[in-house]
């Protein structure tokens, strides 16, 4: 197994880049003020891997489409100012996560040569289109940790 190693310094370098022009971009927009915006945001290592799991599993079921290269798309996104609107089956969103950054995961697969979104519980998406209709569901992940409004003890940047 490979596992990716980056200097120390470049980490650093590019979380400071992060937060001394998006974050300040974002707190200090005239017309959609924020105090604060979340910074990182952790997942459950348990989480993380049943969702992989679930990919595997899933598409194996059906090799007729032929679906390979597998990977997850990772989708900056922030949560409604209405956090109600954010609540799911999976977890319960505080007050405190309302507009804040956050990661969204959707399942990739190559599909036609083009690495694409799709869900492994829906065939109709194995061919690369985006499901439609009002309160069509599909598989995501993005029940993290938002560092603030956590404590941003144990943090190293």
Request: hydrophobic share 20%; charged share 30%; glycine share 8%.
């Given at each position: 197994m490979s596992t990716q190693m980056m200097k120390l310094e470049l980490v650093q370098s590019m979380t400071d880049n992060y937060?001394?022009?998006?974050?300040?971009?974002?707190?200090?927009?005239p017309k959609i003020p924020m105090a604060f915006d979340a910074e990182a945001v952790w997942f459950d290592l348990k989480k993380l891997k049943e969702f992989i799991d679930t990919i595997e599993t899933e598409t194996a079921k059906h090799p007729e489409y032929g679906l390979s290269n597998f990977g997850i798309r990772f989708y900056y996104s922030a949560y409604p100012e209405d956090v109600n609107l954010a609540q799911t089956d999976a977890g319960t969103v505080t007050e405190k996560y309302a507009k804040l950054h956050t990661l969204i995961m959707i399942p990739t697969a190559e599909i036609n040569g083009v690495n694409s979104d799709f869900d492994p519980y829906n065939t109709d998406t194995y061919k690369?289109?985006?499901p439609k209709g009002i309160g069509t569901t599909i598989m995501a992940e993005n029940h993290g940790e938002l560092y603030p409004p956590m404590t941003n003890e144990g943090l190293w940047f």
């Open positions: 937060k001394s022009k998006q974050l300040v971009s974002i707190t200090t927009n690369g289109e985006k």
